[in-house]
Every structure is written in C-alpha cells, then in structure tokens.
C-alpha cells in the first residue's frame, strides 16, 4: 500500500493534476445533476392529507382517466392491471384517454406491424374488458418517431384502434389532422369539456395534412370558450423536469449508454457527462423542450391559453395533461391552473424526475391520473400507482 502511493505521489505533475480535475469535475457535475426522485416529492407546503387518498362523499359524475407512453407494455403490466379495476369501478361513467405514444417504438409501420399484438392490444384490452369508453391520441412514436412514413403508420393505427373498439371517438384527432377536437362528458348534462389535440403535427417534418398552426390557435381559442371545466390532451408537455425538460440525475453522467439501451449499465466517468450537457445545453432534439419547433408549439399554446375568460363567463377550471415524459408529476401553471404530466404506463420506459418550485407532486414510478367531477361541482384530482397504496397524491381542485 505504502509502494502504491509512494509511486502515486510521484508521478508527474500534470497527471496528478489531470487526475485531480477529474474527480473535481465529476464532483460538480453529480452535484448539480441531483437526484431523481425514486420515492414521492412532494412540495413543502403540502398538507400531509393530501398525500394518500381522500374519503369522497359526493356522488360521482363522470371520471376520466390519463396515462400514456404504455406502448411497451411487459407481459401482465402492472399498471394497465390497476387501471382496469378503477375503470371497472363506475364503467358507465369513465374514460380512459391514452396519451400517445401507443406503439413502441416506431408505431405501426408496415415492418412493425406485427407487433401491434403485443404492443396495442394490451391497453385495448383494458378498455375491452372494462366496458368503458376509450379515447388514444397519437405521440411521436405513433408517427414513426417522424420518419417519412410517419403519417402513414399514424393512419395504420388509427384504423386498428377503430376496428377493435368499434365505438365513437376513439381515435382523435382523425386522420393526422392536429385537431383541435372538442366533445363534452358526459352526452347528457356533461360536466366538462375535453380539448384533442395532435401535437407531434407540429413538430413533423414530412407528409401530413395541410393546416395553417394559426387557424388551429384561433379554432383552439374558440372551443376555450365555455362554462364548463376543460382539460386539453396533447402527448407533449408545456413543461417537465425530466429528461425532455432538459433535467438529467447523476445516473445520466456516470451511465450514458443507458440512452441507447436500459440495461447498459456501462460506467463511463466524466466524459458520460457529454451527452446529458450537449442535449440539455447545445444540440436539442425536436422532441426536447428548448429546441425551435417544441419552443414554437409552447408559446403558441400558452397564447391560447392565456385568452381564456375568467369565471362567471368563462371556464372556471383549465387543465393541460400530457405524457411524453415517462414519470408522473404536477405542476402548478401559468397560463392553465395545472399541469399534469402522465407518461408512466410501462415499467420498463420509467425514467429520471426531478423537481422545480412549481413542482406539487413527483415520482418516477408507473402510475396514472385520475380527475374525478362530482355532482356537487366538486373536482377531485388523483395520482394513482400499482401499489397497496394505491393514491399517492390527491388534491379538490381549486379555481
């Protein structure tokens, strides 16, 4: 031992010194990664009541349910295990809305056609058996992860979808149109407005419907018009502290290769810091927040949103939910009260989740979303993962 370092100590210089720099660097870049939240964060000021399930004596009007990304289901998933029992609960009065990215990993083109068995049936499965009305929305993934075929394989699925469930609005926007679609829940004396749309159009490159992005603001500005609580749908988050969002914890530095395969646990010091820094600060990907097209779809959404009239005239309660990000979190907004966060529904897709000021709930975990309308006006927000627990977070939505 004493040879070892008496040989260390005496190297030269500059190789100590380059060393030492190294260990310095890996220090500052762990240090300031951080760390994914494994287990529930929730935000300081909120009540210890709020962090399990809450006793409902009201009598429920409608629930819809939100989790997407499930396009890479295990065998016996979890997560679309639990979603069935609480879509089982009151079918008549429930939707499931999938939030995109339903086929992994490039939708159903015609090479990967084959594995829609795999891929897509279980979550119609789960809509199948529950009786309950089911609505998909198409992600990057269903588009061929913007591939030239991209609209193509989007229409492929479209199709599938609709020939198994063979009901009304299962499948929106329709035909690679970026929507927005609006329809009320429930037919009868409906109690909220929910908004479709598709926004991985904006960010395609190739073949798909022509349609001017101002038209759809405007007609999105029109359908924000209403008495009634609205929750807008897209696949891509306004904002996130995940890996989408440009945040990355320390296993992103040390264990790169990750990016390209789960399992590859390759340890690659210092230098794994490349990848995590270059996407968050230098070469953004289109389906990064911070890159142009993303950019450009936030702040035309946010313009929307912030022409909504405030109550007794306009919508009391607005919503924008999301997947793409494979945690769950919510976010207090700006330009809506909240900013949900659902892209957890195949285990082996979790991914890194950390936290802002803003943050009301975190956890990288399956799981999904539950908004829950009473007759008495009530709203009743729930983050739901397959556990004996079940609710981890839960919140009367305010407005």
């Known amino acids: 031992m004493k040879n070892n370092t008496f040989r260390f100590l005496n190297r030269p210089n500059l190789t100590r010194y380059i060393i030492l720099l190294c260990c310095i660097i890996q220090t500052i870049q762990l240090t300031s990664a951080g760390c994914s939240h494994t287990k529930p964060y929730y935000h300081p000021e909120i009540p210890d009541i709020e962090r399990h399930e809450s006793e409902t004596e009201g009598v429920l009007r409608y629930r819809l349910l939100l989790l997407g990304d499930g396009g890479a ?23 499931i809305v999938f939030l995109g990215d339903n086929m992994y990993p490039e939708g159903m083109t015609a090479r990967k056609k084959h594995e829609a068995a795999t891929r897509l049936t ?32 989007l229409l492929a699925q479209e199709k599938f979808i609709n020939d198994a469930l063979a009901g009304e609005q299962n499948f929106l926007p329709s035909g690679g149109a970026p929507g927005p679609v609006a329809f ?17 159009w904006w960010l395609h490159q190739h073949e798909k419907p022509e349609k001017s992005p101002e038209t759809v603001i405007e007609e999105l500005i029109t359908l924000l018009d209403t008495e009634l609580p609205v929750i807008v749908v897209g696949h891509h988050p306004l904002q996130s502290y995940g890996p989408h969002g440009g945040y990355f914890d320390w ?31 230098f070469y953004k990907f289109d389906q990064d927040i911070g890159s142009t097209p993303y950019d450009n779809l936030v702040e035309q959404l946010n313009r929307a949103f912030s022409t909504r009239k405030q109550p007794p005239e306009g919508t009391p309660l607005l919503i924008y939910a999301a997947g793409h990000e494979h945690s769950l979190q919510v976010l207090k907004g700006d330009s809506v009260d909240y900013l949900l966060v659902s892209g957890a529904a195949a285990r082996r897709k979790v991914t890194a989740v950390l936290s802002g000021d803003n943050t009301l709930f975190a956890h990288q975990h399956t799981g999904f979303m539950a908004v829950d309308f009473f007759t008495d006006g009530k709203i009743l927000l729930r983050v739901v993962e397959p556990a004996d627990r079940e609710v981890f977070f839960h919140r009367w939505l305010t407005f």
């Open 73 to 95: 289901p295990r065998p016996d998933e979890p997560v679309l295990k639990t979603l069935g029992e609480w879509a089982q609960k009151d079918a008549a009065k429930t939707s």
């Open 122 to 153: 279980p979550q119609l499965t789960v809509v199948k058996d529950a009786g309950v009305h089911g609505l998909f929305i198409p992600g990057n993934h269903d588009w061929a992860s913007g591939k030239s075929e991209g609209y193509r394989a």
């Open 251 to 281: 296993k992103a530095h040390i264990f790169p290769t990750r990016a390209l395969e789960e399992w590859l646990w390759i340890p690659i010091p210092v230098i794994g810091s490349v990848h995590p820094y270059a996407r968050k600060y």
């Open 184 to 200: 009320e829940l429930p037919k009868v004396n409906p109690v909220v407005r929910l908004i479709v749309l598709d926004t991985q």
